[in-house]
């Protein structure tokens, strides 16, 4: 069985690490327009999975090792550009809109979708 990371800075380079490489494998999908992007794809890659892997990790109740550290920073170094760029895009579309209007759309494209499951 393997053995549980010993230090939170041994759990935090391993996140770090997985973060990167989640963030490098996603710029082969979604290319950046210019050096700049990719750098700063990267950087929010690299934060998100030092800032989230570590909690994801105990919510599953997984072991705390340097592979699952590595596996779940890999995971949400891929994605967290694409939910930033989601989060963004929906600001943008809705932001003459008040916020109750806003959440009114929210909840219809929900119901709406749980109407298409049935």
Not at 17 to 25: E, K, N, P, T, V
Request: aromatic share 10%; charged share 20%; glycine share 10%.
């Amino acid at each position: 069985m393997p053995e549980p990371t010993s230090s939170y800075l041994t759990a935090k380079i391993a996140s770090m690490i997985g973060g990167f490489l989640g963030g490098a494998a996603i710029l082969t999908f979604i290319r950046p327009k210019n050096i700049g992007e990719a750098f700063i794809r990267g950087g929010v890659s690299v934060g998100s999975a030092i800032i989230f892997g570590t909690p994801i990790l105990e919510m599953m109740s997984w072991i705390p090792t340097w592979e699952n550290q590595l596996m779940v920073g890999f995971c949400v170094g891929f994605l967290s550009y694409s939910v930033l760029g989601m989060i963004a895009n929906f600001l943008l579309k809705n932001q003459h809109k008040d916020i109750v209007q806003a959440v009114k759309e929210i909840k219809q494209l929900t119901s709406d979708e749980k109407k298409d499951d049935k």
